[in-house]
């Protein structure tokens, strides 16, 4: 049904649909972009992709993501740490010094474990340890005689009698374990997944609501979002929660157990939520090494099944894409190195965009002598091939991930920065370059603010297959040995791990190939649907079935 609004339509095109004033070029592109349905299919392939591999800690840990129930391991320890600073403490008032001994800021560390422990006891048990905490305090304030230092000991001793895992009660409370984990910068990717969701939604229905004519608000609060939240967040996160390592087993905790199970168990679970692969990152098996994926058409033997399940035991959750030669589950270590590997090819496409449109834009505004210069360089460093030169450099400089993002985002930026100065030397010569240059605006205002964003969708679209590139390039080099180093894995690195089982273990060798070869295929279709949507005389020219 055609609208009945004569102001804000145009009459129809070639494809039978309506314009409508007041569309951007954006706009247009992506109604374009949407007439591709492989390349629809293919942005939602690459988006599942980069979530995955944001929220791994959620999908692939050893930890539980929620349990309610209490660890007495983490009790434990929290109550062998305080004996070993109030040891310390007491040797330091037995010498009669100043200078702390073994540790920092005692009162912090005995105020921090036992605020631990007295969190998982019932409360009589808690106000016991608050009373010894204050006690503990007035000792760190008195003079150091050897009678506050024998006083000390016997608080010590006193403790370890008193407060043993084995003779408090427990109380249950929530834990997050998962959670625990993250850094500020898992927060910082997190948000802005999140937001890369919710926002587009957010915006539509202010759009249609209080925002329906201000769109340049809603564009101001769509990027402020997406810069301001993340940053928040992560700083939050970074302020007031401090990294620590858990070595609690989980996988030894009891569910339903019985009591003789329970007073051995470290953790104890009145319910649990463990990750879709609960494995960890390391976690080796050499009793399920080389074990097929469940729908791998390999025929085991009885003695290799026997094999496989007792190693298995009581926690009997199967491995997806099987095991590799040490027995680490292969899905775990590709979700973990979908990390590496699509985070080499974002970072490095957004180091080398950034120099190529500087570069670029340089050349193609300021032309003369910049362009000479520029142009010179360019052709320069296009003699060289991109490749070995990547191996040269990182051979130098050592195998490391952020050296291949840095050597692959310095050596690419040629190709942009052509294409950004032939957008500049098409548009230098436009009406509204020159009004701008005729109202006396600076040049940089009229490259970024005028002339840049005119010219930007033919740069996305290079982008987007450099993406694609550069993460061959970090899986030809981590195949290489060149590549992330030990422990953490990529989809190149698993391929290189593959080799000396390839005839015991082809899985090993078929599964990160799938991943990279249907990764840089939708990054691929991705980029020519957007260069078709994004050329005005390829538009509408779409195939339909």
């Not at 040049?443 to 964003?453: G, M, S």
Request: aromatic share 10%; hydrophobic share 45%; proline share 6%.
């Amino acid at each position: 049904m055609k609208s009945q609004d004569p102001v804000n339509e145009l009459p129809a095109n070639e494809d039978g649909q309506s314009a409508k004033r007041g569309q951007g070029q954006w706009a247009l592109i992506w109604r374009e972009f949407r007439r591709h349905p492989r390349a629809v299919v293919s942005l939602c392939l690459i988006l599942l992709l980069i979530t995955a591999s944001v929220c791994a800690p959620f999908l692939a840990n050893d930890r539980p993501i929620y349990y309610r129930g209490y660890n007495r391991f983490e009790y434990s320890q929290s109550l062998r740490t305080l004996g070993v600073v109030i040891r310390q403490v007491a040797k330091r008032k037995a010498d009669d010094s100043d200078k702390s001994v073994g540790v920092e800021n005692p009162g912090e560390v005995i105020d921090r474990q036992i605020a631990a422990m007295a969190a998982a006891v019932n409360p009589e048990t808690a106000n016991d340890l608050r009373q010894l905490q204050q006690e503990l305090h007035e000792h760190l304030k008195s003079n150091g005689t050897p009678k506050t230092a024998a006083e000390l000991n016997r608080i010590r001793v006193d403790l370890r009698r008193r407060f043993d895992a084995k003779k408090v009660q427990f109380i249950s409370r929530t834990y997050w374990p998962a959670v625990a984990t993250l850094t500020w910068l898992d927060l910082l990717f997190i948000t802005i997944n999140f937001l890369l969701f919710s926002v587009p939604l957010i915006m539509l229905l202010l759009g249609r609501t209080m925002l329906r004519d201000r769109p340049r608000i809603r564009t101001r609060l769509s990027w402020g979002a997406f810069f301001l939240l993340p940053t928040c967040a992560a700083l939050l996160w970074w302020c007031f929660v401090p990294e620590r390592v858990d070595r609690t087993k989980y996988k030894a905790g009891v569910f339903n157990a019985s009591a003789e199970g329970l007073e051995s168990a470290p953790v104890v679970y009145d319910a649990v939520t463990w990750p879709l692969v609960p494995f960890a990152l390391d976690e080796d098996n050499l009793d399920a090494k080389n074990a097929p994926p469940p729908f791998w058409p390999k025929k085991l033997d009885e003695k290799q099944k026997t094999r496989f399940a007792d190693s298995v035991g009581a926690w009997d959750r199967p491995h997806w894409l099987g095991t590799d030669d040490i027995g680490r589950d292969v899905l775990c270590r590709m979700i973990w190195g979908g990390r590496v590997s699509l985070s080499v090819g974002i970072v490095a496409v957004s180091i080398y965009v950034s120099i190529g449109i500087i570069v670029g834009a340089i050349a193609g505004y300021f032309r003369g002598t910049a362009d000479l210069i520029i142009s010179r360089i360019i052709e320069i460093v296009i003699c060289f091939p991109s490749f070995f030169l990547i191996l040269t450099v990182v051979a130098f400089i050592g195998p490391s991930i952020f050296n291949i993002m840095i050597v692959i985002g310095v050596i690419g930026w040629t190709g942009v920065a052509r294409l950004v100065r032939g957008e500049f030397l098409r548009l230098g010569e436009q009406e509204f370059v020159l009004a701008a240059r005729a109202l006396g605006y600076s040049p940089w205002r009229i490259i970024f603010r005028h002339v840049l964003p005119n010219a930007m969708a033919p740069v996305l679209v290079s982008a987007t297959f450099g993406v694609a590139g550069a993460i061959l390039t970090e899986s030809a080099l981590s195949f290489l040995g060149f590549g992330v180093t030990i422990p953490t894995p990529s989809w190149g690195s698993i391929l290189a791990a593959g080799r000396a089982s390839i005839e015991i273990a082809p899985w090993m060798i078929t599964l990160p190939g799938i991943a990279i070869f249907l990764t840089i295929t939708a990054y691929n279709l991705v980029g020519e649907a957007f260069r078709d949507a994004a050329d005005p005389r390829l538009r509408g020219q779409h195939i339909r079935q």
